[in-house]
């Protein structure tokens, strides 16, 4: 037991340790995706940090099982540099006793990932779908900010507001908009004191509300322009458009259980194939982890992680030949574990000592020279 709880201090402290590393890899990047999708006015800055807190379940599914295979290389690689493997094995602590410790501490991970893949991941993705419905809902003068410029109606025009109460009275409004129709062409800029926002309660449709202002139209360039001088005058507002929708990743698993659709059935696969991949990775890396004191614990590394995106890339066209309904889909994800699992197994094996038996020349027996 003092061996075991050796190895798993190692491993585990590694492997949370890359998972930091690479979560604010991910976490970053995500962030900045949503960081623009605010400074446009498509998120309200305020729900930024309940979508990344909610997203983190998601995140760490796909993190933990590549943090914990790479812990297993650092940690039993540094091990074999400074000999320490090879005193366990003076000891009688074999390749295979390793490889059952490891997997020992492969099952506790598989079941933080299958927590994660199964429960939470879904309930974070539900609450995410949740704020993104709420952002969906603002208009897009909720959606302004006073001071700055911002495009309207699919990029077809630009309005700014010098400044923005707090019930949504915009002053000094500036409204420009290219025409482009039968009746009339060119571009068509409104200059008003003060605008709102308006809901109609027939087609419940948004509508910017500008009052006291005027209306110029005509082509830049040209004399030919008309001015019209309004009390109030109204512009039809699109709804805010996310870059992410909603999809299944969200739906919980009891029900992708009880549902024969293929998207359904390739969610719910996926979702089983994370914890049964950090078991395979597991045996996979004991035997890769085996390095020369002489060329460092990094000389394995890369050869291992092209082994694990082989294996994860495998993974996600097993899920996409199950979605299209190919012949013999369903069984395409146990196909893959397998086929990885055999890998593992024949690497253990060489780790071990074994070699393919090479065919002996015959032997003369005869007496003649």
């Known amino acids: 037991m003092i061996i075991f709880r050796y190895l798993a201090r190692n491993v585990l402290s590694s492997t949370f340790g890359v998972a930091a590393v690479l979560m604010l890899v991910v976490v970053s990047s995500r962030f900045v995706k949503y960081l623009a999708d605010a400074a446009v ?19 760490f599914e796909l993190v933990l099982p590549l943090a914990f295979f790479l ?41 933080i990932v299958a927590s994660l893949s199964l429960y939470l991941s879904p309930a974070g993705y539900t609450r995410v779908e949740e704020l993104f419905n709420a952002q969906k809902l603002r208009g897009e003068v909720e959606s ?40 009339a062409s060119g571009l068509v800029v409104v200059v008003a004191q003060n605008g709102f926002s308006r809901k109609s309660a027939q087609t419940g449709e948004s509508y910017l509300v500008l009052a006291d202002g005027q209306r110029i139209q005509g082509n830049p360039g040209e004399a030919d322009f008309q001015i019209t001088w309004f009390e109030e005058f109204g512009q039809r507002l699109d709804p805010v458009r996310l870059s992410e929708s909603g999809d299944i990743d969200g739906i919980p698993s009891a029900q992708l259980l009880s549902s024969d659709n293929p998207q359904y059935q390739a969610t719910l696969q996926w979702r089983l194939s994370l914890p049964v991949m950090v078991l395979v990775v597991a045996l996979m890396a004991v035997p890769l982890s085996k390095t020369n004191p002489r060329q460092g614990r990094f000389i394995t590394i890369f ?35 397998l086929v990885f699992l055999a890998i593992a197994l024949v690497l253990q094996a ?18 003649g020279l």
């Open 350 to 367: 060489y780790a071990g000592g074994w070699r393919p038996m090479a065919k002996k020349p015959a032997l003369n027996t005869g007496g």
């Open 41 to 59: 006015g498509k998120l309200d800055a305020s729900v930024l940090f309940a979508i990344i807190g909610f997203r983190l379940p998601g995140f």
């Open 144 to 183: 302004l900010t006073p001071g700055k410029f911002y495009s309207l109606r699919a990029d077809k025009g630009v309005t700014y507001a010098e400044d923005i109460s707090v019930e949504g009275v915009m002053s000094d409004v500036f409204l420009a908009q290219s025409v482009d129709g039968e009746s």
């Open 71 to 111: 812990s297993i290389l650092l940690a039993y690689g540094q091990l074999y540099v400074n000999s320490e493997m090879t005193v366990l094995e003076a000891c009688g602590i074999s390749q295979k006793k390793i490889a059952r410790y490891t997997l020992a501490i492969a099952v506790l991970i598989a079941l």
């Open 303 to 337: 050869p291992a992680v092209l082994l694990y995106v082989i294996y994860l890339l495998s993974l996600n066209a097993a899920r996409g030949t199950i979605e299209d309904q190919r012949p013999f889909s369903q069984w395409s994800m146990v196909a893959v574990h």
